[in-house]
């Protein structure tokens, strides 16, 4: 490749439908956590807020974004500086937990629904075009400001959708169509992004700062996250158990006190 040659848009399809995959595993364990987060006594679970914050920021659209700027075939050494790419992970988990904390620490409106779709997209669009400047290659990006922007709408509208079917929707099955769903927006709104950006060959570039390994990272990321998912799958099988418990004792106990009191008034 020559200085100022501009890259072909391509992708593997294999590592697009890897990327597809873990999206729809992160949505999926985030819509159960979702469903959570409001408690039976009416307050608001931080442990549930946090992995559904993780599942759907880290695991749903971070991890999904690595992967998917793997599958982009780009004939060049790449690497990620690392500080630029745990911002982007902060900034992802961070404004999708805030979005979910937002809505569900009290009764569910449109209106909060909408400012927390508003505030994950951001929070889905930051992540991506912070991972994007974190690539340290021998060429750059010329943006095309309408697809940055429509990459930036489709972020919005789809983590407003999510939220919405987050907090609506209890059944297994829906919650499966829902998840897949959510997946189709968030990789629509990457592979916009990624179009979004022409990559232009430059001479030869100077980085200094810890990077990681641009073949290895994705991979990586795809163990971490589905150990991730896992744990927290078990994690909230077993605090539902408890809670039940939890919930058939205080209901015997009301039961005996009852006919405790009945039999004492006979």
Excluded: K
């Excluded at 004939?75 to 630029?84: F, Q, S």
């Excluded at 972020?155 to 499966?176: H, M």
């Excluded at 799958?233 to 039961?255: C, G, Q």
């Amino acid at each position: 490749m020559q200085p100022g040659d501009i890259l072909p848009l391509r992708f593997d399809i294999g590592l697009v439908t890897l990327s597809f995959v873990i999206s729809v595993l992160g949505a999926y364990v985030a819509l159960m956590a979702a469903g959570r987060i409001r408690t039976i006594e009416g307050r608001v679970s931080g442990g549930y807020v946090a992995v559904a914050g993780i599942a759907l920021g880290g695991v749903g659209t971070w991890s999904m974004h690595f992967i998917g700027m793997l599958a982009q075939i780009i004939p060049l050494g790449v690497t990620y500086g690392i500080w630029l790419n745990f911002l982007s992970l902060l900034v992802a988990i961070g404004l999708a937990a805030a979005a979910l904390w937002y809505v569900g620490s009290t009764r569910f409106s449109m209106v909060r629904c909408l400012t927390a779709g508003v505030l994950a997209g951001i929070g889905v669009a930051g992540m991506h075009y912070l991972g994007m400047a974190s690539m340290r290659m021998d060429a750059f990006f010329d943006w095309h400001a309408g697809l940055v922007g429509l990459s930036v709408v489709i972020a919005i509208v789809a983590a407003t959708a999510s939220i919405w079917l987050a907090f609506n929707l209890t059944g297994e099955l829906q919650r499966i169509v829902a998840a897949v769903l959510m997946a189709v927006a968030v990789c629509g709104m990457h592979y916009t992004g990624a179009a979004a950006g022409a990559i232009i060959c430059s001479t030869p570039r100077v980085f200094s700062g810890w990077a990681l390994d641009g073949s290895v990272l994705p991979y990586a990321v795809f163990l971490i996250s589905v150990v991730t998912l896992i744990v927290m799958r078990i994690e909230m099988h077993r605090s539902s158990e408890t809670v039940r418990t939890n919930v058939a004792h205080r209901v015997d106990h009301l039961i005996h006190s009852r006919q405790s009191q009945q039999e004492w008034n006979n």
